[in-house]
Protein backbone atom coordinates (compact mmCIF):
# COMPACT_ATOMS: atom_id res chain seq x y z
CA UNK A 1 0.00 0.00 0.00
CA UNK A 2 1.24 3.82 -0.62
CA UNK A 3 2.68 5.81 2.10
CA UNK A 4 3.30 9.35 3.18
CA UNK A 5 5.41 11.27 0.10
CA UNK A 6 6.57 14.43 -0.26
CA UNK A 7 6.20 15.48 -3.78
CA UNK A 8 7.55 18.97 -4.99
CA UNK A 9 8.29 20.88 -8.11
CA UNK A 10 11.81 21.99 -9.25
CA UNK A 11 11.61 25.40 -10.15
CA UNK A 12 11.41 28.52 -7.80
CA UNK A 13 10.94 25.97 -5.29
CA UNK A 14 14.15 23.58 -4.69
CA UNK A 15 15.74 26.15 -7.10
CA UNK A 16 15.62 29.05 -8.71
CA UNK A 17 15.90 30.50 -11.95
CA UNK A 18 16.64 33.42 -14.09
CA UNK A 19 16.74 32.80 -17.74
CA UNK A 20 17.48 37.13 -17.86
CA UNK A 21 21.10 35.52 -17.57
CA UNK A 22 20.69 33.36 -20.47
CA UNK A 23 18.79 36.38 -22.49
CA UNK A 24 22.12 38.50 -21.57
CA UNK A 25 24.59 35.56 -22.54
CA UNK A 26 22.73 34.99 -25.59
CA UNK A 27 22.69 38.23 -26.99
CA UNK A 28 26.55 38.59 -27.42
CA UNK A 29 26.45 35.78 -29.71
CA UNK A 30 23.78 36.52 -31.90
CA UNK A 31 22.58 40.26 -34.12
CA UNK A 32 19.15 40.40 -31.26
CA UNK A 33 18.79 42.38 -27.74
CA UNK A 34 18.39 40.28 -24.80
CA UNK A 35 14.29 41.02 -24.57
CA UNK A 36 14.00 39.45 -27.92
CA UNK A 37 15.29 36.07 -26.89
CA UNK A 38 12.14 34.82 -25.41
CA UNK A 39 9.84 36.41 -28.28
CA UNK A 40 12.07 34.41 -30.89
CA UNK A 41 12.13 30.78 -28.64
CA UNK A 42 8.26 31.00 -28.13
CA UNK A 43 7.20 28.34 -30.48
CA UNK A 44 9.73 25.99 -29.27
CA UNK A 45 8.84 26.13 -25.62
CA UNK A 46 5.81 23.91 -25.57
CA UNK A 47 7.06 21.55 -27.54
CA UNK A 48 10.11 21.03 -26.21
CA UNK A 49 8.57 20.33 -22.47
CA UNK A 50 6.25 18.01 -23.72
CA UNK A 51 8.42 16.17 -25.12
CA UNK A 52 7.55 16.47 -28.75
CA UNK A 53 11.01 17.92 -29.95
CA UNK A 54 14.45 16.21 -28.44
CA UNK A 55 17.39 18.07 -27.03
CA UNK A 56 19.38 18.05 -30.19
CA UNK A 57 16.49 19.28 -32.10
CA UNK A 58 15.63 21.85 -29.79
CA UNK A 59 19.47 23.26 -29.95
CA UNK A 60 19.03 23.07 -33.62
CA UNK A 61 16.13 24.80 -33.94
CA UNK A 62 16.65 27.19 -31.19
CA UNK A 63 20.20 28.72 -32.31
CA UNK A 64 18.79 29.41 -35.98
CA UNK A 65 16.17 31.43 -34.79
CA UNK A 66 18.33 33.53 -32.73
CA UNK A 67 21.19 33.29 -35.90
CA UNK A 68 23.24 32.17 -32.77
CA UNK A 69 26.76 32.61 -33.43
CA UNK A 70 28.56 30.23 -31.48
CA UNK A 71 28.91 26.17 -30.90
CA UNK A 72 26.09 23.79 -30.44
CA UNK A 73 27.95 23.34 -26.73
CA UNK A 74 27.91 26.46 -26.10
CA UNK A 75 24.08 26.82 -26.61
CA UNK A 76 23.09 24.31 -24.50
CA UNK A 77 25.59 25.54 -21.28
CA UNK A 78 23.98 28.92 -21.48
CA UNK A 79 20.14 27.85 -21.84
CA UNK A 80 21.43 25.78 -18.42
CA UNK A 81 23.08 27.82 -16.49
CA UNK A 82 20.55 30.07 -15.01
CA UNK A 83 19.97 27.92 -11.90
CA UNK A 84 20.74 28.30 -7.78
CA UNK A 85 19.80 25.99 -5.47
CA UNK A 86 17.61 26.77 -2.68
CA UNK A 87 19.75 26.82 0.50
CA UNK A 88 16.68 27.36 2.95
CA UNK A 89 14.52 24.40 1.18
CA UNK A 90 17.96 22.16 1.39
CA UNK A 91 17.83 22.81 5.48
CA UNK A 92 14.27 22.36 5.48
CA UNK A 93 14.23 18.77 3.55
CA UNK A 94 17.56 17.47 5.69
CA UNK A 95 15.67 16.26 8.91
CA UNK A 96 13.61 14.38 6.34
CA UNK A 97 16.10 12.58 4.43
CA UNK A 98 15.79 8.57 5.22
CA UNK A 99 12.62 9.26 7.10
CA UNK A 100 10.19 10.60 3.82
CA UNK A 101 9.93 9.63 0.26
CA UNK A 102 10.53 12.56 -1.19
CA UNK A 103 10.12 12.81 -5.37
CA UNK A 104 9.84 15.37 -7.90
CA UNK A 105 7.44 16.75 -10.35
CA UNK A 106 8.17 19.42 -12.93
CA UNK A 107 7.42 21.08 -16.21
CA UNK A 108 10.89 20.43 -17.74
CA UNK A 109 13.20 19.21 -20.56
CA UNK A 110 15.53 17.13 -20.49
CA UNK A 111 18.35 19.51 -20.87
CA UNK A 112 17.60 21.31 -18.00
CA UNK A 113 16.45 17.82 -16.10
CA UNK A 114 20.33 16.23 -16.75
CA UNK A 115 21.41 19.99 -15.54
CA UNK A 116 20.20 20.02 -12.19
CA UNK A 117 20.16 16.86 -10.93
CA UNK A 118 23.98 16.32 -11.82
CA UNK A 119 24.65 20.01 -10.36
CA UNK A 120 22.52 20.70 -7.26
CA UNK A 121 22.93 18.27 -4.17
CA UNK A 122 19.16 19.20 -3.05
CA UNK A 123 18.42 16.49 -5.34
CA UNK A 124 20.48 13.65 -3.60
CA UNK A 125 17.15 13.55 -1.25
CA UNK A 126 14.55 12.21 -3.95
CA UNK A 127 14.47 9.29 -5.55
CA UNK A 128 12.37 9.67 -9.05
CA UNK A 129 10.10 11.54 -10.24
CA UNK A 130 7.79 12.09 -13.43
CA UNK A 131 9.20 15.08 -16.05
CA UNK A 132 6.63 16.85 -18.44
CA UNK A 133 9.36 16.03 -21.61
CA UNK A 134 9.19 12.45 -20.62
CA UNK A 135 5.94 12.02 -20.19
CA UNK A 136 4.25 13.63 -22.56
CA UNK A 137 2.30 16.23 -21.17
CA UNK A 138 2.23 18.79 -18.06
CA UNK A 139 1.00 20.76 -15.42
CA UNK A 140 -1.64 21.94 -14.61
CA UNK A 141 -3.00 19.54 -16.75
CA UNK A 142 -4.42 16.49 -15.08
CA UNK A 143 -2.86 13.91 -17.11
CA UNK A 144 0.53 14.26 -15.80
CA UNK A 145 -0.84 13.97 -11.88
CA UNK A 146 -2.42 10.78 -12.85
CA UNK A 147 0.69 9.54 -14.28
CA UNK A 148 2.68 10.55 -11.46
CA UNK A 149 -0.14 8.74 -8.95
CA UNK A 150 0.97 5.57 -11.42
CA UNK A 151 4.64 5.77 -11.68
CA UNK A 152 5.32 7.09 -8.21
CA UNK A 153 2.91 4.50 -7.02
CA UNK A 154 1.21 7.45 -4.49
CA UNK A 155 -1.83 7.60 -2.40
CA UNK A 156 -2.85 11.60 -3.06
CA UNK A 157 -4.97 11.67 0.47
CA UNK A 158 -1.07 11.29 2.15
CA UNK A 159 1.06 12.99 -0.69
CA UNK A 160 2.23 16.51 0.36
CA UNK A 161 2.78 18.26 -2.96
CA UNK A 162 4.72 21.78 -3.00
CA UNK A 163 4.15 23.74 -5.94
CA UNK A 164 4.62 27.92 -6.77
CA UNK A 165 2.25 28.17 -9.21
CA UNK A 166 -1.68 28.35 -8.22
CA UNK A 167 -3.20 26.92 -11.64
CA UNK A 168 -0.70 23.02 -10.37
CA UNK A 169 -1.98 23.49 -6.59
CA UNK A 170 -5.28 23.80 -7.85
CA UNK A 171 -5.25 20.78 -10.20
CA UNK A 172 -3.46 18.43 -7.39
CA UNK A 173 -6.09 19.59 -4.79
CA UNK A 174 -8.90 18.80 -7.11
CA UNK A 175 -7.32 15.39 -6.95
CA UNK A 176 -7.27 14.94 -3.29
CA UNK A 177 -3.43 15.85 -2.64
CA UNK A 178 -2.55 17.49 0.51
CA UNK A 179 -1.27 20.81 -1.08
CA UNK A 180 1.44 23.65 -0.27
CA UNK A 181 1.35 26.93 -2.10
CA UNK A 182 5.11 28.28 -2.16
CA UNK A 183 6.79 31.49 -2.21
CA UNK A 184 10.46 31.87 -0.77
CA UNK A 185 9.89 35.31 1.69
CA UNK A 186 7.02 33.08 3.29
CA UNK A 187 9.07 29.72 3.61
CA UNK A 188 8.62 29.37 7.44
CA UNK A 189 5.37 28.71 6.42
CA UNK A 190 6.21 25.78 4.29
CA UNK A 191 9.22 24.60 7.40
CA UNK A 192 5.34 24.78 9.84
CA UNK A 193 3.36 22.92 7.52
CA UNK A 194 6.00 19.88 6.49
CA UNK A 195 7.07 19.37 10.31
CA UNK A 196 3.11 19.11 10.91
CA UNK A 197 2.23 16.82 7.83
CA UNK A 198 5.75 14.62 8.76
CA UNK A 199 4.15 14.32 12.53
CA UNK A 200 0.61 13.61 11.50
CA UNK A 201 1.87 10.77 9.57
CA UNK A 202 4.42 9.84 12.46
CA UNK A 203 7.41 10.42 10.20
CA UNK A 204 8.92 12.54 12.64
CA UNK A 205 9.04 12.03 16.64
Same mark, same amino acid.
Given at each position: ????? /? ?8 ? +? !? ?12 ? %? ?22 ? *?? $? ?9 ? +??? $? ?22 ? %? ?11 ? $? ?10 ? +? *????? !? ?43 ? $???? /? ?30
Amino acid at each position: MPGPV /LLSDIGNVLT +F !FDFNIAAQRVAELC %PFPAEAMWGKLDHLKGPFEDGRMD *DA $TFVREAMAALE +FRG $TKEQFAAIWCEIFTQNEAMKRSLA %PLVGRVPMKLLSN $TNGLHKDYLLNM +F *DIFHA !FDGGVYSHEAKCSKPGKDIFQISIQQLNLDPRLTLYIDDLEPNIA $TARE /LGFETHLYHHERHDHLQSEITAWAQKHRLLS
